[in-house]
């Protein structure tokens, strides 16, 4: 009797096998693409040029590559792009959580109308011109300061690391803290800092792929090639290979040239993603949690 009620009935095996079959046929749609830039950036511009690519490496080939890592601005690049995502995430970080703390806090005062100020900026804006007079009448045009200020907090994810404090921190620790004479930093630094580490890492890793993917803002403030992060940099190697393809005159020439600036599209991507894809994997398992008390108690 108790293995028959614990048996699937027809209608749940039916629903299994409808979820399982579209889940692989998402995941297949999801991981084709990346499959297909990998194994292109490894395969000869030949192949690439001619679509022969399709699933594996064909004629395995490390000239894309090469050709990437020949330039001597890619690793200073990719060193500035990493002081920039370390240095812009512990200061989004930190003012996010010095933002979102005191908002959860119950005995504020004036929380709601404060809110309610954080709110706005994320409908209404100055724009373009505005901000860009801004950072010029700041002296921060062609410094490393005009990627990391103007984007120093995100109210989206101050909110939703505000509702993490609130559904995760209840008023008791507090009022026990208190007793045993925590003031307000103590109680923040030494209580809630380690009782957040899924949220913390959650917006890390938001910031985190902001800062590493940022380009239209250093293309608008900065000048100077040596401040220019990764994303900037290979934008200009792919422009550098597409015209000197087509200015060149001997049609083989041509021909060569067009299916390097194809197999290095491809390097490009692999070179600017595999960071990110390699630091998500150690911060997943807080990933779902964070997002969940954060965005969906409170």
């Known amino acids: 009797m108790e293995s028959s009620f614990l048996s699937e009935s027809r209608g749940d095996r039916w629903f299994n096998i409808i979820n399982y079959t579209f889940m692989a046929l998402l995941l297949i749609i999801v991981l084709y693409p990346v499959i297909f830039v990998v194994s292109s950036s490894f395969s000869n511009k030949d192949a690439v040029s001619a679509g022969q690519v399709l699933l594996w490496p064909v004629g395995f080939s490390l000239e894309g590559y090469q050709a990437v890592f020949r330039d001597p601005a890619v690793l200073r690049s990719i060193a500035v792009s990493i002081g920039y995502t370390v240095a812009g995430t512990l200061i989004n970080v930190t003012l996010t959580i010095m933002a979102a703390y005191p908002l959860s806090r119950r005995d504020l005062w004036g929380r709601n109308w404060l809110m309610g100020v954080f709110a ?20 921060l045009l062609n410094t490393p300061w005009a990627l990391l200020l103007p984007t120093a907090l995100s109210i989206w994810n101050m909110v939703i690391t505000r509702t993490y404090f609130m559904a995760t921190i209840p008023d008791e620790l507090l009022e026990a803290g208190q007793i045993d004479g925590c003031n307000d930093l103590i109680f923040l630094w030494k209580v809630v800092l380690p009782l957040s580490g899924p949220i913390t890492a959650v917006i890390a ?94």
């Open 120 to 139: 706005f900026t994320m409908f209404f804006s100055g724009g373009l011109i505005p901000t860009y007079l801004l950072v010029k009448n700041l002296d």
């Open 205 to 298: 890793l938001y910031y985190g792929v902001e800062h590493w993917n940022q380009y239209f803002n250093a293309l608008l403030y900065l000048k100077e090639p040596k401040l220019y992060p990764l994303q900037l940099v290979l934008r200009e190697i792919l422009i550098r290979s597409q015209m000197s393809s087509e200015m060149m005159g001997d049609s083989a020439q041509m021909a060569e040239q067009a299916g390097l600036a194809n197999l290095l599209k491809y390097s490009l991507i692999v070179v600017a993603t595999a960071p990110l894809m390699l630091v998500y994997p150690y911060v997943q398992r807080f990933f779902v949690r964070g997002v969940m008390i954060g965005a969906l108690k409170g």
